[in-house]
């Protein structure tokens, strides 16, 4: 009995060795051994293929391919070139002509040009924080200094309402594709822990979204990306978290304005 158990268990491993796979869709191509969908919900949701990145050529040689590598795909950041290894050097699929342009930038760090205002005024008094920090307990999302939050429902200048940070406007008219974008990382929101955002087309509030609504003990991260109108001429955003316990963390980092 053990041997036949064996014998299918083997069958099956094998079975699924050799079988195609499927990111996304449960039929991938007859043609391919690994298919990636854009979307696994039928076209509510769309997302992109992601290739590996390095930061720059140093990172991209300390790939070391050798000659069975053929066909070995990279994408260099310091160059903006997807390049393929040819078995003997690295050659250019394509490299992007237009570069990036950061209209305003908030990262608590050397990059400060996007003023803001903050209400309430900043505190750090014990466990109780909203201020800019460099470390938070289980944040790692955002990295040097960073807006930190952590139990806003206190005496010491907080309470329960939203602590906002209000970024001023910035002009995008000398840009192609103006987006807006910010990181966060967010640690334990539980009931009455949430973040909301609205961010602003020409001093025209966009409706607030909320990010977080807080249950369970609930972490993410990830970053938020707004896409600019053509037209528009100013943008601005507002962020607001309230945050009622010393267990809970959050933060938040590389706020932008940027295009082409």
């Not at 990036?100 to 109780?128: E, H, K, L, M, R």
């Not at 999302?141 to 907080?158: A, E, I, M, Q, T």
């Not at 001023?168 to 967010?186: E, K, M, P, S």
Request: glycine share 10%; proline share 4%.
């Amino acid at each position: 009995m053990k041997k036949l158990l064996l014998f299918f268990a083997l069958a099956f491993i094998a079975t699924n060795f050799y079988c195609q796979v499927g990111i996304g869709t449960t039929n991938p191509s007859p043609s391919s051994m690994l298919e990636v969908s854009s979307t696994s919900d039928g076209g509510a949701t769309y997302k992109g293929f992601m290739p590996p990145r390095v930061p720059n050529v140093n990172a991209r040689d300390a790939i070391n391919p050798n000659v069975s590598d053929t066909g070995l795909l990279v994408f260099v950041q310091s160059t903006n070139c997807l390049q393929i290894w040819n078995g003997v050097a690295w050659e250019n699929v394509y490299c992007f002509t237009a570069n990036i342009t950061f209209a305003a930038v908030q990262d608590f760090d050397a990059n400060t040009s996007w003023s803001y205002n903050v209400d309430p005024a900043f505190y750090n008094v014990g466990a109780d924080i909203w201020d800019i920090v460099s470390s938070l307990p289980n944040i790692s999302n955002v990295s040097g200094n960073f807006l930190g939050c952590r139990d806003l429902d206190n005496p010491n200048g907080g309470g329960n309402f939203f602590h906002e940070i209000q970024f001023n406007n910035v002009n995008v008219l000398a840009l192609t594709n103006a987006r807006v974008a910010f990181d966060y990382d967010i640690y334990r929101f539980d009931n009455g822990d949430d973040v909301q955002y609205e961010v602003f087309f020409d001093n025209v509030g966009q409706g607030i979204v909320n990010l977080i609504n807080g249950n369970g003990d609930y972490s993410e991260a990830g970053t938020i990306i707004i896409n600019v109108p053509i037209g528009v001429a100013d943008v601005r955003l507002t962020l607001g978290i309230n945050q009622n316990g010393d267990l809970d963390y959050a933060g938040f980092d590389s706020f932008m304005v940027y295009g082409q």
